[in-house]
């Protein structure tokens, strides 16, 4: 590839991409992320004011969009995964889910191309606003005495416990929030450098010295076109995964028994 | 000595590759069970469901661990 890459396009993508340049200058205190996530609040925001601002019986189009995503993290996420208890946590997870979707789905859209999720910064304060909300509803039902008890004690035989009590620690209170942020961070970062790889590659095999090179571009162009596809489907899904693996834990601090 | 190959980049996209290998049969293994058992038994889809989350997440936490202890043991 090197021999290839004599053109002034820099070819091996690399974290580097991700650092874009700041838009007013002096510090990066604006820059496109910065932007990207104030567009998707305000769309979200005048988007769900809309649609229910005049609520009809027979729902306009507007409403019918709002009243779909509402219900299907409603019943589909909150309901299945929580049970009836669920619902009330149905606004939160709602606006969770259409923010993801929003933010993650920005990575496909042309002229942005970019989602904020790609930086470590977006889902973890996301993961943590969630940890706090599972371990504050347990806390709030059980007691933390009770809580802790329910979460790091699995009904076993108490010479398996020593082992346990760690493990379980381990995986409840640090690896959940942890793994909630880098997932969502590892798909996204990981989604613009493969379309990066695809595009910029179809350039620098274009500016290839051999002939028969030249056209291979094609093939990593339709790559990048098809790859753009595949993208589509990892936001929505990522979204769900996120506001499920939430509910999840909800759900686990809210039972009753192990 | 004369270079007729040469390899350059970073070792642990190699290792992430293989420490991803794993990861990958279980989350296999996780979503095959759950379509396996909701094919025989089809009303025992939403019971099974949590748990399929919750290993899936157990699960891709290895991988994710991985991912995290390429960037830390350079």
């Given amino acids: 590839m090197t021999v290839l890459a004599e053109s002034n396009i820099p070819f091996p993508p690399g974290v580097e991409d991700f650092y874009l340049p700041s838009l007013f200058g002096g510090g990066n205190w604006v820059t496109k992320f910065t932007l990207m996530v104030w567009l998707a609040v305000a769309v979200l925001i005048v988007f769900f004011l809309m649609a229910y601002r005049d609520p009809k019986l027979v729902p306009t189009r507007i409403q019918w969009m709002a009243e779909s995503v509402y219900g299907f993290v409603r019943t589909g996420i909150a309901e299945d995964m929580i049970g009836h208890a669920g619902l009330r946590f149905a606004p939160y997870l709602t606006t969770l889910f259409s923010f993801l979707l929003l933010t993650n789905i920005f990575g496909i859209i042309p002229f942005i191309q970019i989602s904020p999720n790609s930086h470590i910064a977006f889902p973890a304060a996301l993961a943590v606003l969630s940890y706090l909300i599972f371990n504050w509803v347990g806390v709030r039902k059980h007691g933390f005495a009770k809580y802790m008890r329910n979460s790091l004690i699995p009904p076993a035989p108490w010479f398996i416990l020593p082992i346990l009590v760690p493990i379980e620690f381990f995986s409840t209170f640090i690896v959940r929030p942890f793994t909630l942020a880098v997932r969502l961070f590892a798909n996204m970062f990981a989604g613009h450098v493969i379309l990066l790889v695809f595009t910029l590659g179809g350039f620098v095999l274009l500016g290839a010295e051999n002939v028969l090179v030249k056209p291979v571009s094609l093939i990593s162009w339709v790559m990048a076109i098809a790859l753009t596809f595949l993208e589509a489907l990892v936001a929505l899904l990522q979204a769900y995964v996120f506001v499920v693996l939430t509910s999840s834990y909800v759900q686990g601090a809210l039972a009753d028994e192990h | ?74």
């Avoid at chain 2, 396996?36 to 009303?43: D, G, I, L, V, W």
């Fill in chain 2, 1 to 74: 000595m004369l270079d007729l190959a040469a390899v350059n980049g970073s070792l642990s996209a190699i290792g992430y590759g293989l420490a991803a290998i794993g990861p990958a049969i279980g989350i296999g293994l996780v979503f095959s069970a759950y379509i396996q058992s909701t094919a025989r038994q089809p009303e025992s889809s939403r019971m099974t469901l949590p748990y399929v989350w919750v290993g899936f997440a157990l699960i891709e936490a290895l991988a994710l661990l991985g991912i995290a202890f390429g960037f830390v043991f350079k």
